[in-house]
């Protein structure tokens, strides 16, 4: 155990928890209905148990061969009481293959990844929480991650009607050259429209290290923050 790692990682935890804590206070929410995932894509898997040791119960991965050969590597070692997130692009090839190690997909953008995903859960013998992920670029933007809001509905149906995936709620990120603010307000907007029609997944998954307190001040329940807890990423990705 790299003793300097942890206590750095210790450090870096706190200084996100003041700020989740005094965006929820500003915004007068509960701090505590707002969940950390921590993104631990690029990052060892030694690092991951630091971080079960030091409390966190959420990481993120976006890539599927990465975050498969680590979660094995943590659970051997026993770090086994964490929720792993898909949080990347999703490929329909690999689908299956993700839904067999992740505990939450965020990122399910099109009807295409249903399918796979729903096998992939009935092979692993038990249900896949799913989050929708909505574009909030402009409309005509070339690679859009994400559905467009006008399809949200029709994707969410299809994944209700699957027998092994359980429809939670929403994911976004705040386009590049947009106020974060401006872009989570609209988010706020689409989330409030599909909660009523599926007031049950109340899950919104918006906010990075760079804008976490936008997204709680729009209604944020998850944070998804990798560089503000484990430092920057290799700059080879
Ligand atoms: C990498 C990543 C994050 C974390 O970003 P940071 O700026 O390092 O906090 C959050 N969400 C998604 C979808 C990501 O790919």
Not at 18 to 33: C, L, N, Q, S
Not at 57 to 62: A, K, L, Y
Not at 153 to 173: K, T
Request: charge should be negative.
């Amino acid at each position: 155990m790299d003793v300097t790692r942890e206590a750095q990682l210790r450090a870096n935890l706190a200084g996100v928890h003041e700020r989740i804590d005094a965006a929820a206070r500003a915004a007068g929410r509960d701090p505590a209905d707002v969940a950390l995932v921590v993104v631990t894509k690029y990052f060892p898997a030694s690092d991951v148990q630091a971080l079960a040791r030091l409390g966190v119960t959420e990481v993120g991965e976006n890539r599927h061969q990465e975050a498969a050969a680590k979660r094995e590597e943590c659970d051997a070692a026993g770090a086994s009481g964490l929720r792993w997130h898909f949080i990347g692009g999703l490929q329909s090839n690999k689908a299956g293959a993700v839904a067999r190690w992740a505990d939450e997909v965020e990122s399910v953008d099109r009807a295409k990844l249903v399918g796979p995903l729903d096998r992939g859960a009935a092979e692993r013998g038990r249900p896949l929480d799913v989050l929708l992920q909505v574009s909030l670029d402009p409309p005509g933007r070339e690679q859009r991650a994400g559905a467009d809001p006008a399809d949200l509905d029709a994707l969410a149906d299809r994944v209700a009607d699957a027998e092994h995936l359980r429809l939670r709620g929403l994911m976004a990120v705040a386009p590049l050259g947009e106020e974060p603010a401006a872009a989570f307000a609209r988010l706020a907007g689409i989330r409030s429209a599909f909660l009523a029609h599926h007031p049950d997944a109340t899950v919104l998954s918006a906010g990075m290290s760079g804008d976490l307190e936008q997204a709680v001040a729009a209604g944020a329940t998850h944070v998804r923050v990798g560089t503000a807890v484990l430092g920057s990423r290799p700059s080879v990705q």
